[in-house]
């Protein structure tokens, strides 16, 4: 069960604690958290229009309007010689502060500021944000099911992907249709870093042939039911190097460290801290390059950030990755990411593949 009548309940107090007249929600991921319908990106207008005590109304082009099924909502579709723009700036004559998502085209927004007396804009994500970071219990589970997905592809790839011999872009390929086939509606990424290439944290998999002896770092997720699948293990190729063992070691304990830190009221900083410390401690500081994790939900990254400055408390029902790595220039590079909710007695795995080092051909 969701909660999106409430959903919007809630949005719609924001927007009224915030004393806005107006919000203009078109693609991106607040327009299917607030009411269930992901608009599609394309020339033709697709937006919903809130104001505080009426009744919202989605402006849809006439031909996608088949694929509305949105309750509580007035639908408006307009036809092929409409002008989407008119029909939406006509209705806000009285507005002077609008709050607008954060994805819409700014083609259509240079066209709404032309026709209104609009004089301060407003990123709806300051609404959105403090509501879509807290997940219910649907969403959780969503995002357990994602992450289940991913953690049986994980089971199944020392049985079935060979790496020695092939190219990162062939096991990219590899692990998304295995995305697919454990039930992913869609798998949307595959970083496949083997060897030096595995100390670039978000490379692009290559033509490069993988060979025994290597680390292959293996980062991939897609969406199952709107939500994300995210995760981070990392394959040695036979045997490798014993340092290879030791830096895996370190990132080991500290995704556990990470995850450990995990409660209510410890600020996100805190498990940034709790993860960087194992690494700095064992020597690593300088190569650990980035955050410890980012929120996860209706997009791959979303707040809240597990970084150095935010001292935002977690609460029940955020979720977030938590993905440290060392990554050694021109040699080779190590990650291990899970993703948890916070729940009320600290972590809750949402991932539970072998966080060992895999072993492959
Ligand atoms: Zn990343
Ligand atoms: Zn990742
Ligand atoms: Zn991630």
């Known amino acids: 069960?969701?909660?999106?009548?409430?959903?919007?309940?809630?949005?719609?107090?924001?927007?009224?604690?915030?004393?806005?007249?107006?919000?203009?929600?078109?693609?991106?991921?607040?327009?299917?958290?607030?009411?269930?319908?992901?608009?599609?990106?394309?020339?033709?207008?697709?937006?919903?229009?809130?104001?505080?005590?009426?009744?919202?109304?989605?402006?849809?082009?006439?031909?996608?309007?088949?694929?509305?099924?949105?309750?509580?909502?007035?639908?408006?579709?307009?036809?092929?010689?409409?002008?989407?723009?008119?029909?939406?700036?006509?209705?806000?004559?009285?507005?002077?502060?609008?709050?607008?998502?954060?994805?819409?085209?700014?083609?259509?927004?240079?066209?709404?500021?032309?026709?209104?007396?609009?004089?301060d804009l407003i990123p709806v994500s300051i609404l959105t944000k403090d509501l879509r970071m807290v997940k219910d219990a649907s969403e959780i589970d969503a995002l357990r099911r994602a992450g289940a997905a991913v953690d049986r592809v994980l089971q199944r790839l020392p049985r079935e992907v060979r790496f020695s011999g092939r190219s990162e872009v062939d096991v990219a390929r590899d692990l998304m249709e295995m995305t697919v086939e454990e039930g992913h509606r869609e798998a949307k990424f595959a970083i496949v870093a083997s060897g030096p290439n595995g100390a670039s944290p978000h490379h692009e998999p290559t033509d490069r042939v993988i060979e025994a002896g290597e680390v292959v770092v293996c980062d991939f997720g897609g969406r199952l039911d709107g939500y994300y699948s995210d995760v981070t293990r990392t394959i040695a190729v036979g045997d490798v190097a014993p340092e290879v063992e030791n830096v895996h070691q370190v990132v080991l304990e500290a995704n556990r460290a990470g995850r450990d830190a995990v409660a209510p009221g410890v600020p996100c900083q805190q498990v940034d801290r709790a993860a960087r410390e194992v690494i700095e401690s064992a020597g690593f500081a300088e190569y650990f390059v980035h955050r410890t994790g980012h929120g996860i939900g209706l997009e791959v990254h979303e707040h809240p950030y597990m970084v150095e400055g935010n001292e935002l408390p977690l609460a029940e029902g955020m979720t977030f990755s938590v993905e440290p790595g060392i990554y050694l220039p021109g040699r080779f590079g190590v990650r291990i990411e899970d993703i948890v909710a916070c729940g009320d007695g600290g972590v809750v795995e949402l991932n539970d593949a072998d966080r060992g080092l895999v072993v492959v051909e």
């Open 1 to 119: 069960m969701t909660d999106r009548p409430s959903r919007l309940g809630r949005f719609e107090a924001a927007m009224s604690l915030a004393e806005i007249d107006a919000a203009l929600i078109s693609v991106g991921p607040d327009l299917p958290y607030l009411i269930g319908y992901e608009a599609m990106a394309s020339e033709r207008l697709t937006m919903l229009l809130v104001r505080p005590q009426r009744t919202p109304v989605l402006f849809v082009p006439l031909l996608e309007a088949p694929r509305v099924a949105v309750e509580g909502v007035d639908m408006i579709a307009w036809g092929e010689t409409d002008d989407p723009l008119d029909l939406v700036t006509r209705e806000l004559a009285a507005a002077s502060r609008v709050a607008v998502g954060d994805h819409t085209w700014s083609v259509f927004l240079m066209g709404i500021l032309q026709r209104t007396e609009i004089d």
